[in-house]
């Protein structure tokens, strides 16, 4: 089945994650990751692209970013080739470390861009890490505060305030609200397995797929809609199991 084409940006801005393959790390230690960030900076000026934010963390990377002569595709090639290249010397290892398709999201909206970097900045918050977000060494957060060196700081303070000193006061207390934003999240495709949903067939009340071909349509019905909710089951999988038509689970 072909990829699914990326979504077009109308911003040219696009928050990205980059993962470990099969969730390993992707750096033992803080050369690692000033080696990468390095490497943001160096392709910045042969990509041509601006960074408004990033945070490394153990096993993933976020990156918020606008194209402007090349695409993502081609940028983010160009920065994971060029680290896994030095990864592999240095750890005298072979093959890939990123999974090959990293995920993406367009921003179109000053309200989300704002609602992105502040979940890129947080994430070490949130899994435990720190409690200081100014803490952390690799993320954006601290150019915004202190001295800009990659992170391209004046689209994001610009929303705030044209006055710098105000506007930082402003991001600060942005960045560091309490919120449940959801931007990019990573979620693992549960899968699960035949025998399995046979067994909640038989905790529904059915002793075996024979039995529910056999059931008035409307318990038939309930007891397919039931099973629709249990995530990692697909409409698809139900339908050979139980020999009904996809068309009737998807209606069920």
């Not at 080739?81 to 990293?102: A, P």
Request: proline share 2%; hydrophobic share 35%.
């Amino acid at each position: 089945m072909p990829r699914q084409a990326r979504e077009k940006s109308n911003s040219e801005i696009y928050h990205l994650m980059l993962r470990g393959i099969n969730r390993q790390n992707i750096f033992e230690d803080e050369e690692d990751r000033q080696r990468f960030i390095e490497t943001i900076g160096y392709y910045k000026t042969i990509s041509n692209f601006e960074l408004y934010g990033y945070c490394l963390m153990d096993n993933h990377i976020h990156l918020l970013i606008r194209e402007i002569d090349e695409s993502i595709s081609k940028t983010v090639k160009r920065i994971s080739s060029s680290y896994v290249y030095w990864y592999n010397q240095k750890y005298g290892r072979c093959g890939h470390l990123f999974q090959e398709r990293f995920k993406s999201e367009a921003v179109e909206t000053d309200e989300y861009f704002l609602m992105v970097l502040r979940y890129i900045h947080q994430n070490p918050v949130k899994a435990g890490i720190t409690k200081d977000m100014g803490k952390y060494l690799w993320s954006s957060y601290r150019e915004y505060v202190e001295t800009p060196i990659y992170a391209d700081i004046n689209f994001a303070l610009d929303i705030f305030s044209e006055d710098k000193m105000k506007a930082i006061k402003l991001f600060q207390g942005f960045m560091n609200e309490k919120n449940n934003d959801q931007c990019l999240e990573y979620k693992e495709r549960i899968k699960i397995s035949d025998k399995e949903v046979i067994n909640y067939f038989e905790q529904l009340g059915v002793a075996n797929i024979s039995e529910l071909q056999k059931l008035e349509k409307g318990r038939r019905d309930e007891v397919i809609r039931e099973i629709k909710k249990i995530e990692g089951i697909t409409i698809r999988q139900i339908a050979r199991i139980t020999g009904i038509p996809k068309s009737i689970v998807d209606r069920a």
